[in-house]
């Protein structure tokens, strides 16, 4: 029998009720009768179980920043499209010795992992086993699959932790937009893994523009050029599995490749540096908490490298201007090229001053108004885990994420409409496009929207022929 603790109005509502179902205790009529309290939900079974969809490189780290936190986090479950990847990720998480890509490990995380082999689900319907064994879900799989892991998510009354991008088409963006208005009306924390939210020089830097140090800002300029990521090339795979893919297995292992699972680089990596770029333009908006994205955008971008039979159809380059309500412009690049001018950054020009880099502030005259040091910065990344878990443990509703998220996702499918397409993109007629990037069925044997010709290439978009809307 689970131990419960007392509301303020003397009504006993376990902490586990809470984190169940926000939406059961706090969504309905009864919140106005008995107002929750932080501390309404200490000293009980205070397990919040959490279940991972998504089982690869970033839901391994999500999962092991969930459980670092102080809370009582427990992972009860997994899901992922193949079972070596779980089974990777599962051995990862229980090995004392292993640290994520950003060099975090875990403490004692075998006591704090209890998934025993039948809450392990693998294959397209996965999540739909997952959901329902948990309070927290965190969904990390390719970002094609978030609309509908989203909409599950919160349909069955969860608290969220999704990574970034949310979509890779307006549908989906449409979907998360809905979906986030009902997780509001349930009172359900959705954090989104767009983590320069949580990491402190940002929030510093930021907070100093919108209370106007350099101004009204008038151009920002931001930046992903790097040297590329993986390939999961179809020869390797096929020699590990012993056989042939399908074209599904396949485009499944080496998503990156493909529009409708990743929404090319420009959505899945630069999608970052744009969400800043929105954050900073909200200094020009009256209204606090409103979402603000470019009006327009008009760009270009190609295929210089990304040639071979696994580079599927996206590009490596992309360079765009995107132009908000009040004129302004936001110039943004982004390339996946070796051997090139590597920056990973952003940059604000005010009416009073300069924002050159995160963290730095200038004045008209170029002296320095504020610099950010950053010795002793937590990672971001676990911030994200630390403060949703608090809020839930508390029973406190603080984060709605997700529309922020659908908005930084949505500039990003903008830039990209108009680098494929090579014409100006109005934004009213991106977020509005009813062009679906989702296969009609999702199945192993499925062909996924975009097949390769009879010598294994697809067709790449090209400016001036490619239709996006
Ligand atoms: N915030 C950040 O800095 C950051 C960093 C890395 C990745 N990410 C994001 O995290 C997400 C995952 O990226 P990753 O690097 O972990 O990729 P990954 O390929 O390592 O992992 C994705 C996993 O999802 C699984 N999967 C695919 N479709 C699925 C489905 N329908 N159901 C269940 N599992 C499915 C795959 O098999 C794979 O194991 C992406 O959206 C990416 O943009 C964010």
Partial sequence: ??????????????????????????????????????????????????????????????????????????????????????????????????????????????????????????????????IPLVDVVILTTPPGFRPIHFEAAIAADKQVFMEKPVATDAPGIRKILEVAEIAKQKKLNVVVGLQRHYQTVYREWIQRIHDGAIGEIVLGRVYWNSEGVWVRDRASLEEKAGRKLTEMEYQMRNWYYFNWLCGDHIVEQHIHNLDVANWVKQANVAEPGTEVHPVRAQGQGGRQVRKGIDHGEIYDHHFVEYEYADGSRVLSQCRH?????????EGFHGTKGTAPKPGELYDASGHSIFKYRDKD????????????????????????????????????????????????????????????LAPERYAWDADPPVMPDEHGYYPAPMPGVTQVI
């Fill in 377 to 436: 910065d937590p990672n971001p990344y676990q911030v994200e885990h630390d403060e949703l878990f608090a809020a839930i443990a508390a029973g406190e509703y603080k984060y709605a994420n997700a529309q922020r998220g659908a908005f930084a996702t949505m500039t990003a499918i903008l830039g990209r409409m108009a680098t494929y397409s090579g014409k100006v993109v109005e934004w009213e007629e991106a977020f509005h496009s009813n062009l679906s």
């Fill in 337 to 345: 090229i070796e051997g090139c001018m590597n920056r990973v950054s």
């Fill in 1 to 130: 029998m689970e131990p419960k603790t007392n509301t303020d109005s003397g009504h006993a509502v376990s902490r586990r009720d809470f984190v169940k179902g926000t939406a059961a205790v706090v969504g309905s009529l009864m919140a106005s009768q008995f107002p929750l309290t932080a501390s309404a939900y200490y000293g009980v079974d205070d397990t919040i179980k959490v279940g991972l969809i998504g089982c690869g490189g970033r839901g391994t780290g999500a999962a092991l920043q969930a459980l670092s936190t102080t809370q009582n986090v427990q992972l009860v479950a997994m899901a992922d499209a193949f079972r070596d990847r779980l089974d990777e990720s599962y051995d990862n998480l229980t090995n004392p010795e292993f640290e994520d890509w950003s060099g975090q490990t875990v403490e004692n995380s075998q006591e704090r992992i209890d998934v025993p082999e039948e809450h392990k689900f693998v294959g397209f319907d996965a999540y739909k086993e997952v």
